[in-house]
């Protein structure tokens, strides 16, 4: 199956920081999503990026699928933007499975 | 905005006891997915529904069996409960393969 790698595996950054996620991906895809676990377990979607490049606030994503990677850049970076960012592919057929990347964790600090 | 809902959130349960969790996707939404994620871990996918009928299959114990209803909800059932079994179980909806939202999670503790 699609294997889905995440880099770096650990993050520690002070306030204010920018950052810069990997996510390669072992085969072409047509479904890619961004999510943010946060320290209360809860998985928000940050981005549904299979291609391009969108922006949202402090946070963007580039998906280039035909080099089989996405990057998520967060600036300024804040206490809440901590916890594990995942980033998860798939098809894009009604109910295909998206495969989970091992995940990024960021720890900021004050 | 409507979010998907899941109950319980909190759920205790003893070896070989089951459990039914239940999930309520964002309306218009066609597609729930079912997800396990043990302490530390990615999510796992463990199954699939799109217009009541189950769509892809992961790796769901045969202990464990889920359906979608004709309100578009599901229910994802445990039995035999087993210590591994502790873990979060999420739900997520969405509309033709689009953008995912995840519910809150339920956290069953198996004892």
């Known amino acids: 199956g699609i294997q889905v790698e995440q880099s770096p595996p650990d993050l520690i950054l002070q306030e204010g920081a920018n950052s810069t996620l990997r996510c390669n991906f072992s085969?072409?895809?047509?479904?890619l999503q961004w999510f943010h676990q946060n320290p209360w377990g809860q998985l928000i979607n940050l981005f549904y990026?299979?291609?391009g490049t969108k922006q949202n606030g402090r946070l963007s994503a580039t998906t280039v699928a035909t080099e089989r990677y996405s990057l998520l850049y967060i600036s300024s970076s804040q206490t809440t933007d901590s916890g594990v960012y995942f980033c998860?592919?798939?098809?894009?057929?009604?109910?295909?499975?998206?495969?989970f990347g091992k995940g990024t964790t960021l720890s900021v600090s004050s | 905005a409507a979010g998907v809902i899941q109950s319980p959130r909190h759920l205790i349960k003893e070896k070989r006891e089951t459990a039914t969790l239940k999930c309520y996707p964002i309306?218009?939404?066609?597609?729930v997915y079912w997800y396990q994620q043990g302490p530390g871990q990615d999510p796992q996918f463990l199954i699939s529904f799109y217009e009541k009928m189950q769509s892809d299959k992961g790796s769901i114990p045969d202990r464990f069996s889920a359906q979608q209803f004709s309100d578009y909800h599901s229910e994802l059932n445990m039995s035999s409960l087993e210590l591994g079994d502790s873990a979060l179980y999420f739900c997520a909806s969405s509309s033709l393969g689009g953008r995912w939202t995840f519910g809150s999670g339920t956290r069953l503790t198996v004892v």
């Open positions: 309306p218009r939404h066609d597609t």
């Open positions: 085969d072409s895809v047509n479904n």
């Open positions: 998860a592919v798939g098809g894009n057929q009604a109910g295909t499975a998206l495969i």
């Open positions: 990026i299979p291609s």
